[in-house]
């Protein structure tokens, strides 16, 4: 019996979190897994009526869990950063989730921008480091507002956490069985601190998996192949700010935020699955919004859990759904509505 915590949160993240909830329900009944789901209102609505972001309990509360369900954090009513910073960031930090799993996959039937390529150029993962670098918020201010102000902001990377990100890079790899070829994406001309740890720590790794190509790409040249040359890649694994920006380029090459899934990872703990875009406010109740990236979502999660039939199955309903019905991963232009989407995924699930 797997106990799953739900948090749909802001905007449309309860609409799309609901669709993915309908296919994990037709999933269980199909693949014979129990589960049983607790809901949160954790998100912008709580903070403005209670004044508090998050309950003291949060971490340990949700540590009771397999699985965390995320839809979406963010509210046009609240200062930008502090859900972000408060709920976001804290739940990732504070389940230690380290990992930051981010696939780049073109599914059947999806426009992608770059030209004259297709599923078979666009697919791979983007292992993101989630716990250090420039997130944990070191440094400070002097003499603020003044015209002497000063603002450091540093990165922060420990052996401990950059070498355990490079190693789930590396059995990702291995298990992928694809290139079989991981790219270190860092910085290593200019940031001679942080990606000198990053490159020795990579390339020691590397010699724990001879059947795995260790390769090296510096940040800006990664985001010219990746539009050049998306097929070069298998894995890549790069820090945290780096890893948060080549994700959006990397996912409007699949298509856009409707169809972008991501799983904050603790392999050894409580992690946390969530479409990549924001809570997309202005179409909040419309039945507009794409599902699909919770649903990827969705579909990261029962892989993560170990239920490797229903994954495959939901990966495939995805690709049917991409293949054969949506005309567009825009939210409105699909040619369906978003429960319409979620019906048409579970359908396919229950029909398998
Ligand atoms: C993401 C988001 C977050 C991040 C923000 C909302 C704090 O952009 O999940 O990529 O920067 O990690
Ligand atoms: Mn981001």
């Known amino acids: 019996m797997y106990k799953i915590a739900v948090i749909g949160g802001d905007g449309t993240g309860p609409e799309v979190v609901k669709e993915g909830l309908k296919v994990l329900e037709v999933a269980s009944h199909k693949l014979g897994f129990k589960y049983e789901t607790v809901d949160y209102d954790w998100g912008g609505e709580r903070y403005l009526r209670t004044g508090e972001v ?23 009513d609240v200062k930008p950063g502090i859900l972000e910073k408060g709920i976001l960031l804290y739940l990732r930090f504070g389940l230690d989730q380290y990992i930051n799993l981010r696939p780049v996959k073109l599914y059947p039937g999806v426009e992608t921008p770059l030209k004259d390529k297709g599923p078979a150029d666009i697919d791979y993962v983007v292992v993101r480091e989630n716990t250090e670098g420039l997130y944990v918020g070191a440094g400070g201010t002097l003499k603020k507002g003044t015209p002497d102000e000063v603002a450091i902001q540093e990165s922060i990377n420990t052996r401990k956490g950059v070498e ?15 290139d079989k070829k991981v790219t270190l994406c860092g910085k290593t001309n200019v940031l001679t601190y942080a990606f000198d740890l990053w490159e020795r720590a990579f390339y020691e790794v590397a010699k724990e998996y001879p059947d795995i190509t260790p390769d090296y790409a510096h940040v800006d040249a990664t985001t010219m192949w990746m539009v050049k040359n998306p097929e070069w890649f298998d894995v890549i694994v790069t820090d945290n700010l780096f890893g948060d920006i080549i994700t959006d380029l990397g996912a409007m090459t699949q298509g856009g935020m409707g169809i972008s899934a991501g799983g904050n990872i603790n392999p050894e703990g409580v992690s946390m699955f969530e479409p ?35 994954a495959e199955l939901v990966d495939k309903a995805i690709a049917y759904a991409t293949g054969e019905k949506l005309k567009s991963m825009a939210a409105g232009k699909m040619g369906y509505s978003t429960t319409e989407v979620g019906d048409l995924v579970a359908q396919f699930v229950a029909d398998a």
């Open 164 to 178: 355990r990100c490079i190693r789930y890079a590396f059995e990702c790899a291995r298990k992928r069985n694809k």
């Open 276 to 310: 990549i875009g924001g809570s997309a406010p202005k179409y909040t109740g419309m039945n507009v919004i794409n599902p699909l990236a919770a649903i990827g979502a969705m579909q990261m999660m029962l892989e993560t859990l170990g239920e490797t039939k229903a």
């Open 54 to 76: 998050l309950p003291e309990s949060a971490i340990d509360e949700m540590k009771k869990y397999d699985a965390i369900y995320l839809g979406a954090i963010g509210h046009p």
